[in-house]
């Protein structure tokens, strides 16, 4: 999915919305002092649309921290969503000696198969 460019002039009409306010921290920016970002509130990645109303001003900081929990939140939500369809196939080898191993170690040493 591509992401729109916004233009200067619709980064500001997005921020002014929002008051000013860093959508994650709740601080007031100051658009001149401090460095900001324009983030999606629910990522393209989850599911989230690529529309101004799902566009928010944050921090830069803020906006780098919450990308890191994102990226590993969409990671595992994959993962899950390949097991579920039957894409991903768990573990096939068992662990040895467990009972799906197939494999039994008598007390007198010798190991059969069952």
Do not use: F, Y
Request: proline share 5%; with cysteine; aromatic share 4%.
């Amino acid at each position: 999915m591509s992401r729109k460019r916004r233009t200067p002039k619709q980064r500001i009409a997005i921020c002014e919305a929002h008051g000013w306010i860093c959508h994650l921290t709740g601080i007031k920016i100051d658009p001149v002092r401090d460095k900001w970002e324009i983030e999606h509130i629910v990522p393209l990645a989850g599911g989230g649309e690529d529309v101004d109303e799902n566009c928010a001003p944050v921090l830069a900081w803020a906006h780098k921290e919450k990308t890191v929990q994102d990226v590993k939140r969409i990671a595992k939500g994959k993962r899950v969503r390949q097991k579920h369809l039957g894409a991903k196939k768990t573990s096939s080898r068992p662990i040895p000696g467990s009972r799906r191993s197939g494999v039994r170690k008598r007390m007198d040493g010798t190991v059969e198969k069952w």
